[in-house]
């Protein structure tokens, strides 16, 4: 056991840890940290697809490698997280991050490419899953949710950069120096989270893995917890699916958008991020249930509205539907951290786990549904994830207000 676990198992439950502007700042560029690898290939797919002779699915697939891994990996690093603790995995997490990202320098086909993103989302979880556990246990109430709200905001800057980035320097230093710049990107920013991060207070390391197996039982019978991960499966289904091949669809005519054109096309992320820190005041005032109903609402009619031929309008949709995504996934993550009080990095991987195999999941579907019918039956696709995510908040969610 560490210093760090020994003094926090012998004073279990010391006050909660004061907010400082740092302590929000940090937690929002750990986010971006986490994210800004993991999609940023989409702003690149069209390249690819013309370099490596690929058709939507094998290029879609780079996406939902790395989303596949960060799924198979969320609940083993929850566990993990319990028993050793969280500031060293976080920390780690960000530093590793950098190798698979530098190796995407050197790819000579696609297969290594989809095995370097399978890498690269197998170390995300030790960010994600792990900071959501620390914000859950070292604080409480509001604090807890102005943390969680920029946490998510981070992730959505994170999201954006990443696809940004890719897309811009590709038109300047082609993508594979893209990817060096990246991986220095990772490098500097685990240096800043190792000064910043505080080290855990109120952590109690569960190290037997018996442990962990009864949480985890008893998880896999709590209604709070499946029905936030069925509506976290449905919302990264949607995502994935839609800035995945909307790109595909922007960068045929009449659009014939480039790739910095698509890069472009990613700030409209920004306005989320603008957004999702009020998400947290609509959860205090309205409930998590009822903010997720409205924000998958928001969701399904920027979906239908990206059907419209004006590029524009086009644009106002994705940013419409990728707000309701973001205060959807808000308003999960504060559910889960209000009815979750043991085993809350466990709890963590499992929405994960849910959460990135609907982004699995949708990367495949909705590239089928592209070859088949082009952006109109991914449409349908995309639709029917989210009507499927408004009957489990508006069912199985729907008990009490929190």
């Keep these: 056991m560490t210093t760090e676990n020994f003094e926090t198992a012998a004073l279990p439950a010391p006050a909660p840890a004061s907010l400082t502007l740092g ?130 905001s981070g992730t959505v800057f994170g999201g954006f950069m990443g696809r940004f980035l890719l897309g811009w320097l590709n038109e300047f230093i082609g993508w594979r120096y893209a990817f060096l710049f990246m ?47 069925a509506l976290g499966f449905c919302v990264l289904f949607s995502l994935v699916g839609c800035f995945t091949y909307i790109n595909l669809y922007l960068a045929a005519p009449p659009y014939d958008l480039s790739s910095a054109g698509l890069a472009n096309i990613f700030t409209v992320y920004l306005i989320g991020m603008v957004i999702t820190p009020v998400a947290g005041r609509l959860i205090s005032r309205f409930g998590a249930v009822r903010t997720a109903l409205l924000a998958v609402a928001l969701s399904v009619f920027g979906v239908l509205l990206t059907l419209d031929s004006h590029l524009w309008l086009v644009i106002l949709a994705l940013v419409m539907m990728s707000t309701g995504v ?56 995309l639709i029917i994830a989210q009507v499927a995510a408004m009957i489990i908040a508006g069912v199985l969610m729907a008990k009490k207000k929190i």
């Design 23 to 152: 302590l929000l700042l940090t937690a929002a560029i750990t986010g971006s940290l986490a994210f800004l690898q993991v999609y940023s290939i989409q702003s690149i797919l069209p390249v690819l697809m013309h370099e490596f002779h690929l058709n939507a699915v094998a290029a879609g697939a780079t996406v939902g490698a790395t989303v596949l891994a960060m799924a198979m990996m969320s609940p083993f690093m929850g566990m993990l997280s319990d028993a050793w603790g969280r500031r060293w995995i976080i920390i780690g997490s960000v530093f590793f991050l950098s190798v698979p990202t530098f190796a995407m320098c050197f790819v000579h086909n696609i297969d290594q490419i989809w095995w370097l993103r399978f890498l690269q989302g197998l170390v995300v979880p030790g960010i994600s899953v792990v900071l959501l556990a620390y914000i859950g246990e070292e604080f409480d109430g509001i604090a807890r949710v102005k943390l969680m709200s920029f946490y998510v």
């Design 183 to 229: 991986a220095l990107l990772s490098v500097a920013g685990g240096v800043l989270v190792l000064k910043q991060l505080p080290p855990s207070k109120r952590f109690v390391p569960k190290p037997h893995v018996s442990q962990a197996l009864k949480m985890l039982w008893q998880h896999l019978h709590n209604r709070h917890v499946l029905s936030a991960c």
């Design 326 to 381: 973001f205060i959807t996934q808000a308003s999960t993550l504060n559910y889960i951290a209000h009815h979750v009080t043991e085993g809350r990095s466990l709890a963590s991987g499992l929405y994960y786990m849910a959460y990135y195999g609907g982004g699995t999941v949708g990367a495949f579907l909705c590239g089928h549904a592209f070859e088949i019918g082009g952006w109109p039956a991914a449409v349908n696709t």
